[in-house]
């Protein structure tokens, strides 16, 4: 299937929204609604965005800044991890002293 030449300014707009729908494409980008639904499906089909549920706005499925919450949330997980290591090398080093 052939990628529309406007698919990438509308997973632009979605993810700048932090959400996804047809009538927000077809105001942004001056499209049909017909076009509009398809730059979803397109969307959904690559993992962009979630299914539709009901008729609201679909969900962004990897926001940049829930990627970077994540990455976060690991980081600060690794360093508790890594404290925890030290200081049961620290308490085996006194233990043997």
Excluded: W
């Excluded at 499209?31 to 398809?38: F, Q």
């Excluded at 940049?64 to 090398?89: P, S, Y």
């Amino acid at each position: 299937m052939k990628k529309d030449r406007l698919y990438d300014h509308a997973v632009s707009i979605s993810r700048e929204s932090g959400s996804a729908s047809a009538h927000v494409l077809m105001r942004r980008l001056r499209i049909s609604y017909s076009r509009a639904v398809g730059l979803l499906d397109a969307m959904e089909a690559d993992g962009v965005i979630g299914p539709a549920v009901g008729s609201g706005p679909r969900q962004i499925c990897n926001p940049v800044m829930e990627q970077r919450t994540l990455l976060n949330q690991i980081r600060e997980q690794e360093f508790v991890e890594a404290a925890r290591g030290a200081k049961a090398l620290d308490y085996v080093h006194m233990r043997e002293k």
